[in-house]
């Protein structure tokens, strides 16, 4: 009988705790939006960098290095012709361009002053600036508010480095590539992170 009313009570127990769970995620929304505070630009670019950062050294480091090592699979340029793995360059691309379909306003793309194909060069003034000041001092990002017709953005530029011997490979041995003396940890290019400011509440 003991173990009947334990588990009983452990059962109303259970009930209260889901209902909560259910019943807390209305109780914020129905919180004055006011009072959520609003995260600046800057900050927010900061965020998006370090998650971009972080997925593409994960897999960079232990699906291309891993698999690469244990000979069963590379990546390649043509990677879908050859039924390969994308480049660390084309999955951070890639990324992007999905990012981007989702209709939120956000961007993110890889740039270069020495790209190997010209649609990866700066597309503005205000990118080739901020290239040029991270070739010079990489530790912090290049930002400003840039405008597109009626409507503005924030845009953050983060130094993109070297992180693997395939990246300095890649870009030193391309036949296309500009610039063929890379060395781990220079600067290659920058993380562009776009931000819409004009938004809908």
């Given at each position: ?113 020495w790209?190997i ?72 290019g ?11 509440r």
């Open positions: 009988m003991k173990y009947f009313i334990k588990k009983q009570s452990f059962g109303v127990f259970m009930w209260l705790f889901l209902f909560a769970c259910w019943v807390t995620p209305f109780a914020v929304h129905a919180k004055d939006q006011k009072s959520i505070p609003e995260i600046p630009a800057n900050v927010v670019a900061s965020y998006l960098h370090s998650i971009i950062k972080a997925d593409r050294t994960i897999y960079s480091t232990y699906i291309v290095n891993r698999l690469h090592e244990k000979n069963i699979l590379d990546a390649d340029e043509a990677w879908e012709q050859k039924n390969a793995l994308p480049l660390p360059a084309q999955f951070l691309q890639k990324s992007g361009r999905l990012v981007a379909e989702h209709g939120t306003g956000i961007r993110f793309r890889l740039i270069s002053l790209p194909y010209p649609r990866n060069a700066p597309a503005t003034d205000f990118e080739r600036k901020g290239l040029e000041a991270l070739a010079k001092q990489s530790d912090q990002p290049y930002s400003g508010v840039i405008r597109s017709g009626k409507l503005s953005y924030y845009q953050a530029i983060f130094a993109d480095t070297a992180v693997t011997k395939a990246c300095v490979n890649c870009h030193n041995t391309h036949p296309l590539s500009p610039k063929r003396d890379f060395k781990l940890k220079d600067v290659m920058g993380i562009v992170i776009t931000i819409p400011l004009n938004h809908s």
